[in-house]
T-cell receptor, first 113, second 111 residues
């Protein structure tokens, strides 16, 4: 079985400050990792994914994440946030192919002007 | 442009009624999925289908049914057996390991 833990349900941060959204996973096999963003009343949009190779993954909108196998983490970071980054962010894990994707409970990022 | 279309955007259901949520994709993706989203609970898998005429139950399939008669379409029926259907429903599709493409969702409310 696989699971995902997002430790923070809400993260307030001032505009232009850096942010880190935490994600830890558990799985007995190798996994693929994803971050998605959801704006109010919309579907989810893929921000970035880790499949293999370099552990530092760059995504859209200036976000990046680092895969740390020893700590089973995949934290999302952005060096300088904008008001438009206010949204809910979901970490997800999969064993690949068309296998089930398990989502975390989400972190709401609130950017304060 | 390719994408996933969910309809309707808002749906109201009376007690004891079955309702069907539509999901259509023109991405030529093989696999399609239905998730339910409740506040603070993330997304929970209802049903998924990897090929036409085949589908599997997810974690919370009770009270729901699906069909996959065409590659492009994966409708979800919320039956009267689903006792707490009020939620945001998301349809997704996927090809390979490239992550999901989601529709914009249907918000179902029991009245």
């Amino acid at each position: 079985a696989q699971s995902v833990t997002q430790l923070d349900s809400q993260v307030p941060v001032f505009e232009e400050a850096p942010v880190e959204l935490r994600c830890n996973y558990s799985s007995s096999v190798s996994v693929y990792l994803f971050w998605y963003v959801q704006y109010p009343n919309q579907g989810l949009q893929l921000l970035l994914k880790y499949l293999s190779g370099s552990t530092l993954v760059k995504g859209i909108n200036g976000f990046e994440a680092e895969f740390n196998k020893s700590q089973t983490s995949f934290h999302l970071r952005k060096p300088s946030v904008h008001i438009s980054d206010t949204a809910e962010y979901f970490c997800a894990v999969s064993r690949g192919g068309y296998q089930k994707v398990t989502f975390g409970t989400g972190t709401k990022l609130q950017v304060i002007p | 442009d390719g994408g996933i279309t969910q309809s309707p955007k808002y749906l109201f259901r009376k007690e004891g009624q079955n309702v069907t949520l539509s999901c259509e994709q023109n991405l030529n993706h093989d696999a399609m999925y239905w998730y339910r989203q409740d506040p603070g609970q993330g997304l929970r898998l209802i049903y998924y289908s990897q090929i036409v005429n085949d589908f599997q139950k997810g974690d919370i399939a009770e009270g729901y049914s699906v069909s996959r008669e065409k590659k492009e379409s994966f409708p979800l029926t919320v039956t009267s057996a689903q006792k707490n259907p009020t939620a945001f429903y998301l349809c997704a599709s996927m090809k390979g390991n490239y992550g999901y493409t989601f529709g914009s969702g249907t918000r179902l409310t029991v009245v």
